[in-house]
C-alpha cells in the first residue's frame, strides 16, 4: 500500500490556524515590530507547533537575478498608462532589464493572479498600480522579499515604497482660474472613491473650493472610462454648470464627447479642464487646459526606487510624490467672461 506523504504546511495554514491575515503571519514570522510582540510570539508558537519551515528553497531562487521585472497597469487603453508604461520599459532597458507587462482591466482578482504569476516566475522586482481589496496579498509579497513599488494608488498598509503625484498645487490652480473667470459653477468629475488617487482629488477639489471663496460646487461620481465621462458630463451640464472639471485624462476624453454632441463651443459656452497630457486634447480648436502630473518622472522616480530595493537598498521613504502642474490652454481662460 502506498503511503501519501504528510503535507507540509504553508504560511497560509499558519495564518488560518492563528486567524489572521497572510501578510500578518509573514511579517510576524519575519519579527517585524509592526506586528505587536505577543502576536509575534503567539505565531511563532503556532508556527512551531505545526512544523511549518520556511521554503529555503524559494528564498535562495528568489535571490538569483532573473534581469527581469513586471508591470501591473488597470488599462493600457488608457493614455495615462500607456506612458506609464512605457517610461518605465524605456528605463528597464536601459539598465539591462526586461519588463514583463500585466493589464488587470481594474479588476482585482486579475491584479492578484497577476502578482502571482510574476512571482512564480521570479521576477527581480514589480511595479504596480494596485487594487485596495488586493492590499493583503501585496504586503504578503513585500515582506517575503519581492521588491514592489506601488504606483499612481496607495493601499492602506504605508509600508511598501508607493510614488503618487500631489494634485494639490495643479488643482487649487485650477479652482482659482476658474473662480477668477466666474466659469461657475464647477461641474467636478470624480474618480472613484474606492481608489486612494479617487478619494484624494475630490477631497483636494473641496478645498481648493473652500481657499477660493467658493461654496459647495456639483460633484459627479465617476469612473475612469471615457463613457463616465461623456455620462458625468451630461449630468452636470444638466445640472447648470459652466465649467467641467474632470479627474482623469479618459473622463476628460468623455467631456469632450458630450460637448461636441450637444454643439457646446468648448472655451466660449463652457470652459473645460482635464487631467494628463492627451494628443487628443491638444487637437481640439479651442485646446484644453490640464493638470500634468509628469508622468515621465513618476516612473523614473518608481523604476530607480525599485531598482534600489532589488540591490537591496535600504528606502528612505515609503511615500514619494510628484507636483502637479497646471498648463494654462484656450478652453478655459477668460472665456466665458
Same mark, same amino acid.
Given at each position: 500500500?502506498?503511503?501519501?506523504?504528510?503535507? @507540509?504546511?504553508?504560511?497560509?495554514?499558519?495564518?488560518?490556524?492563528?486567524?489572521?491575515?497572510?501578510?500578518?503571519?509573514?511579517?510576524?514570522?519575519?519579527? &517585524?515590530?509592526?506586528?505587536?510582540?505577543?502576536?509575534?510570539?503567539?505565531?511563532?508558537?503556532?508556527?512551531?507547533?505545526?512544523?511549518? @519551515?520556511? &521554503?529555503?528553497?524559494?528564498?535562495?531562487?528568489?535571490?538569483?537575478?532573473?534581469?527581469?521585472?513586471?508591470?501591473?497597469?488597470?488599462?493600457?487603453? &488608457?493614455?495615462?498608462?500607456?506612458?506609464?508604461?512605457?517610461?518605465?520599459?524605456?528605463?528597464?532597458?536601459?539598465? $539591462?532589464?526586461?519588463?514583463?507587462?500585466?493589464?488587470?482591466?481594474?479588476?482585482?482578482?486579475?491584479?492578484?493572479?497577476?502578482?502571482?504569476?510574476?512571482?512564480?516566475?521570479?521576477?527581480?522586482?514589480?511595479?504596480?498600480?494596485?487594487?485596495?481589496?488586493?492590499?493583503?496579498?501585496?504586503?504578503?509579497?513585500?515582506?517575503? $522579499?519581492?521588491?514592489?513599488?506601488?504606483?499612481?494608488?496607495?493601499?492602506?498598509?504605508?509600508?511598501?515604497?508607493?510614488?503618487?503625484?500631489?494634485?494639490?498645487?495643479?488643482?487649487?490652480?485650477?479652482?482659482?482660474?476658474?473662480?477668477?473667470?466666474?466659469?461657475?459653477?464647477?461641474?467636478?468629475?470624480?474618480?472613484?472613491?474606492?481608489?486612494?488617487?479617487? @478619494?484624494?482629488?475630490?477631497?483636494?477639489?473641496?478645498?481648493?473650493?473652500?481657499?477660493?471663496?467658493?461654496?459647495?460646487?456639483?460633484?459627479?461620481?465617476? $469612473?475612469?472610462?471615457?463613457?463616465?465621462?461623456?455620462?458625468?458630463?451630461?449630468?452636470?451640464?444638466? @445640472?447648470?454648470?459652466?465649467?467641467?472639471?474632470?479627474?482623469?485624462?479618459?473622463?476628460?476624453?468623455?467631456?469632450?464627447?458630450?460637448?461636441?454632441?450637444?454643439?457646446?463651443?468648448?472655451?466660449?459656452?463652457?470652459?473645460?479642464?482635464?487631467?494628463?497630457?492627451?494628443?487628443?486634447?491638444?487637437?481640439?480648436?479651442?485646446?484644453?487646459?490640464?493638470?500634468?502630473?509628469?508622468?515621465?518622472?513618476?516612473?523614473?522616480?518608481?523604476?530607480?526606487?525599485?531598482?534600489?530595493?532589488?540591490?537591496?537598498?535600504?528606502?528612505?521613504?515609503?511615500?514619494?510624490?510628484?507636483?502637479?502642474?497646471?498648463?494654462?490652454?484656450?478652453?478655459?481662460?477668460?472665456?466665458?467672461?
Amino acid at each position: 500500500m502506498d503511503i501519501e506523504p504528510a503535507r @507540509r504546511p504553508t504560511l497560509k495554514d499558519v495564518a488560518e490556524a492563528a486567524g489572521v491575515a497572510v501578510s500578518t503571519a509573514s511579517r510576524a514570522l519575519a519579527d &517585524n515590530p509592526a506586528v505587536a510582540a505577543r502576536t509575534r510570539a503567539r505565531i511563532h508558537d503556532i508556527a512551531a507547533g505545526m512544523g511549518y @519551515r520556511p &521554503n529555503e528553497q524559494a528564498r535562495a531562487l528568489r535571490r538569483a537575478r532573473t534581469n527581469t521585472i513586471g508591470v501591473i497597469v488597470p488599462s493600457l487603453v &488608457n493614455h495615462y498608462f500607456a506612458t506609464l508604461v512605457t517610461g518605465i520599459q524605456e528605463g528597464a532597458a536601459a539598465a $539591462g532589464l526586461t519588463t514583463v507587462i500585466a493589464n488587470t482591466r481594474e479588476d482585482a482578482d486579475s491584479l492578484a493572479a497577476s502578482l502571482q504569476v510574476l512571482a512564480d516566475q521570479r521576477v527581480d522586482g514589480v511595479i504596480c498600480v494596485p487594487h485596495e481589496d488586493c492590499a493583503d496579498q501585496i504586503l504578503a509579497l513585500h515582506d517575503a $522579499g519581492l521588491p514592489i513599488v506601488l504606483i499612481d494608488r496607495e493601499i492602506p498598509s504605508g509600508q511598501v515604497p508607493t510614488v503618487v503625484s500631489d494634485p494639490e498645487r495643479g488643482m487649487h490652480d485650477a479652482v482659482r482660474l476658474l473662480a477668477e473667470t466666474r466659469a461657475l459653477p464647477i461641474g467636478y468629475l470624480s474618480g472613484p472613491t474606492t481608489t486612494s488617487t479617487g @478619494r484624494q482629488r475630490l477631497e483636494t477639489f473641496r478645498t481648493a473650493c473652500t481657499a477660493a471663496g467658493l461654496p459647495e460646487q456639483p460633484v459627479y461620481l465617476g $469612473g475612469y472610462e471615457q463613457e463616465r465621462g461623456r455620462a458625468g458630463a451630461a449630468d452636470l451640464l444638466d @445640472r447648470g454648470v459652466t465649467a467641467l472639471f474632470a479627474g482623469d485624462s479618459m473622463m476628460t476624453i468623455g467631456v469632450i464627447e458630450e460637448c461636441h454632441r450637444r454643439g457646446l463651443l468648448i472655451g466660449e459656452d463652457v470652459a473645460v479642464i482635464g487631467f494628463d497630457r492627451h494628443p487628443v486634447f491638444e487637437l481640439q480648436p479651442r485646446p484644453i487646459t490640464v493638470i500634468d502630473q509628469d508622468v515621465d518622472a513618476m516612473a523614473a522616480l518608481a523604476l530607480q526606487t525599485l531598482l534600489a530595493g532589488i540591490d537591496g537598498q535600504p528606502t528612505t521613504s515609503t511615500r514619494m510624490h510628484t507636483p502637479t502642474t497646471l498648463i494654462t490652454r484656450q478652453s478655459t481662460p477668460g472665456a466665458l467672461r
